[in-house]
């Protein structure tokens, strides 16, 4: 099945400082999701992008799908921000979603 | 705004007794998922509907655990009996359709003591 890995594990921030979140897959997707997992556990949907590049106020996400990878961009952070992050790809159609080991980040006032 | 409804949000039980979680999905939506998330890893998919129909329930534990959607709208999650290692955060999710954008409720924690 798809391997998926998330780069860092973990991320400590000071508040305003911006941060590059790493997604790699091994085989080609046709659905790829970037979810916020917060304190409370409840998985928030951040972005539907199989490819190209979405912005949504001071988040962004690029897909290359044909290089297999896809990066979040946290622009200057904030404590509400802090959670951990997931990157989950798919085949498309049927097939489930596979989610990577996530990100922890930390953002420290 | 939209959101899948999950009941109870807490679980605690003891080992060998039934545990059943509910789900409601968004309004609309044909496909819905179960979940389980084991504390420090990402979730695993447990069983997939097309309606009412199983899609996916390959990593679904059948000797104890079952999974219904009789009208294709809600469903129902049951463990039989619960074991320690059950212990995780079970996670529903829906989409319109398989492949789309999936969207989640808020989960139920479950304790097996």
């Known amino acids: 099945g798809i391997q998926v890995e998330q780069s860092p594990p973990d991320l400590i921030l000071q508040e305003g400082a911006n941060s590059t979140l790493r997604c790699n897959f091994s085989?080609?997707?046709?659905?790829l999701q970037w979810f916020h997992q917060n304190p409370w556990g409840q998985l928030i949907n951040l972005f539907y992008i199989p490819s190209g590049t979405k912005q949504n106020g001071r988040l962004s996400a690029t897909t290359v799908a044909t290089e297999r990878y896809s990066l979040l961009y946290i622009s200057s952070s904030q404590t509400t921000d802090s959670g951990v992050y997931f990157c989950a790809v798919g085949k498309g159609g049927s097939e489930k979603l596979v989610f990577g080991k996530g990100t922890k980040l930390t953002v420290n006032p | 705004e939209a959101e899948v409804a999950q009941s109870p949000r807490y679980k605690i039980t003891e080992k060998s007794q039934a545990v059943a979680f509910w789900c409601d999905p968004i309004?609309?939506?044909?496909?819905l998922y179960w979940y389980r998330q084991i504390l420090g890893q990402g979730p695993e998919l447990l069983v997939q509907?097309?309606?009412?129909?199983?899609?996916?329930d390959s990593q679904l534990p059948k000797d104890r655990f079952s999974a219904e959607r009789l009208k294709g709208v809600d469903s129902t999650l049951k463990i039989q009996p619960a074991e320690l290692g059950d212990s995780a955060m079970y996670l529903c999710a829906s989409s319109r359709l398989g492949g789309a954008a999936q969207y989640f409720g808020p989960g139920t924690r479950l304790t097996v003591l």
């Open positions: 085989d080609s997707v046709n659905n």
């Open positions: 309004s609309g939506h044909a496909t």
């Open positions: 509907f097309q309606d009412e129909s199983v899609v996916d």
